[in-house]
């Protein structure tokens, strides 16, 4: 037979005026036995508080933010027929406690009466230090729909995780355009958090601002692209021959002509001759945007970070020129007095350790580029031509590609061009 129910807040040890921080039902609701009703949370802890029984809500007294302590009346409600549980122990599953049911012992009107929970320290989870805090009952629901509650931003008091910041995140990973960053629904584990200072003496100073940015950058790029890299060697013995009678020339107007100038040149030409590495995907991952121009960003080891100024035009320019405005360039990059826009636009990027060493590395692309060239330190060589051994000065070439928009062939062919070009910068002139 049909009962009319009071539900009131049962033992929560020794807590007292305890907060309501989320509700999860209404007047009206039909409720099952066992179905979460409402979430507290002291400074130290949460828990979520369940229904004794089935029934229909009648009435709702408590509201989000309300402070409640043991016997507070939560809501009245009508119960289907025979619809009792027996007792259930606390449960204590991944740091949540879901407060036990006790049924009433007496008909009508009846508190619950459970044994004290024991309340486990409110959850913290995190990837790269990002911590998520969020009611056992959340956690619950996010575990349901395979969501890492760590992952998702909270927008509730204290950045707390609420159903909706859970069910928007699972929304914005369905609709997230394919192709691009792919959301977060990286579920990787969190990393360790190692007290260093128990093995020796450290220090802590902050990454700097750029860092931080680039930082957030490359591992966007690295864990969302498909990258390859392909290795190639150019040989750069004339080109060499042709940059010192150059240099030698442009010293006196203050301008230094590396091999940099040279390989923008080389890089422009084989972005013209192959297309696809001078485009990027669009937003819906389903279209390659081809630019008519050709912009290359070029990596600039800063003492504050790595930046990327992007030279334009470079095809419409000669290797003096880009030699001019590359130093000017960096220069300025160095004493952080490029801006945003010195940044933008670029097609393709150039990182180069040649002036360092190395002899190959796998440069991460800048997305939305799709390639990145990374270049060594040349150094002579023994090449096998026409029957001998002959000292030639090699260039190694790394060029990382976005394997969803390049095959490995045309990145062969792309990298075999730039090293047939540098061979021989005539062809660059035709
Ligand atoms: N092989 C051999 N020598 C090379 C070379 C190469 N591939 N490239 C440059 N050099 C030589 C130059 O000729 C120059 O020699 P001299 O001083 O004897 O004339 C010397 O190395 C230093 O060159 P540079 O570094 O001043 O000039 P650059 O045009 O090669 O590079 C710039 C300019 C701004 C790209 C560079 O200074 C820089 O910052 N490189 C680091 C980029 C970087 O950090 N990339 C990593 C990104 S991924 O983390």
């Known amino acids: 037979m049909a009962e009319i129910k009071q539900v009131f807040v049962p033992d929560i040890g020794a807590y007292k005026d305890v907060s309501v921080i989320e509700v999860m039902v209404k007047a009206g609701d039909t409720l099952k036995a ?23 809500i009648k009435e709702l007294n408590i509201k989000v933010g309300d402070k409640v302590s043991q016997g507070s009346l939560i809501l009245t409600l009508e119960t289907a027929a025979d619809t009792q549980i027996p007792p259930s122990p606390p449960s204590s599953k991944g740091g949540t406690v879901t407060a036990p049911t006790t049924p009433p012992t007496a008909p009508k009107v009846q508190s ?33 729909l395979g969501v890492d509650v760590s992952l998702v931003k909270g927008s509730g008091e204290k950045s707390r995780v609420t159903k909706d910041d859970v069910q928007n995140f699972v929304k914005a990973a369905i609709n997230a355009p394919r192709g691009t960053a792919g959301g977060n629904g990286l579920q990787v584990l969190a990393m360790p958090v190692v007290d260093f200072a128990k093995f020796g003496a450290v220090e802590v100073k902050p990454l700097s601002r750029i860092k931080k940015i680039s930082g957030a950058n490359l591992h966007r790029n690295w864990v969302t692209i498909p990258h390859v890299t392909q290795f190639d060697e150019a040989d750069i013995s004339e080109m060499e021959a042709f940059r010192k009678e150059l240099g030698a020339e442009y010293t006196k107007q203050n301008i230094k002509i590396t091999p940099l100038a040279f390989m923008l040149k080389a890089a422009a030409a084989a972005l013209q001759k192959y297309p696809d590495f001078n485009a990027s995907l669009d937003a819906s991952g389903e279209n390659l945007v081809y630019k008519q121009y050709i912009h290359i960003g070029v990596a600039v080891d800063t003492p504050n970070g790595l930046m990327v100024p992007v030279l334009r035009d470079v095809d419409k320019k000669g290797v003096v020129q880009l030699a001019k405005e590359l130093g000017e360039i960096s220069a300025r990059a160095r004493e952080l007095k490029i801006t945003a826009a010195d940044m933008q636009g670029g097609c393709f990027s150039i990182s180069s350790l040649g002036g360092i060493g190395g002899t190959a590395f796998t440069p991460i692309i800048n997305a939305p580029e799709v390639a990145i060239l990374g270049v060594s330190k040349s ?9 001998e051994f002959v000292p030639r000065l090699m260039l190694p070439l790394s060029l990382s590609y976005d394997h969803r928009v390049i095959d490995g062939a045309a990145a062969a062919r792309f990298t075999a061009y730039l090293a047939k070009v540098l061979s021989d910068i005539r062809l660059l002139a035709v």
């Open 379 to 387: 150094s002579m060589k023994p090449i096998y031509k026409d029957g």
């Open 112 to 144: 619950l009466a459970p044994a004290a929970p024991t309340i486990p320290p409110l959850e913290k989870g995190g990837l790269g230090g990002i911590s998520a805090h969020a009611s056992p009952a959340i956690r619950r629901f996010a575990r349901e």
């Open 34 to 56: 066992e179905d979460t009703l409402l979430t507290l949370e002291t400074d130290k802890a949460a828990m979520d508080v369940p229904s004794p029984y089935a029934g229909v």
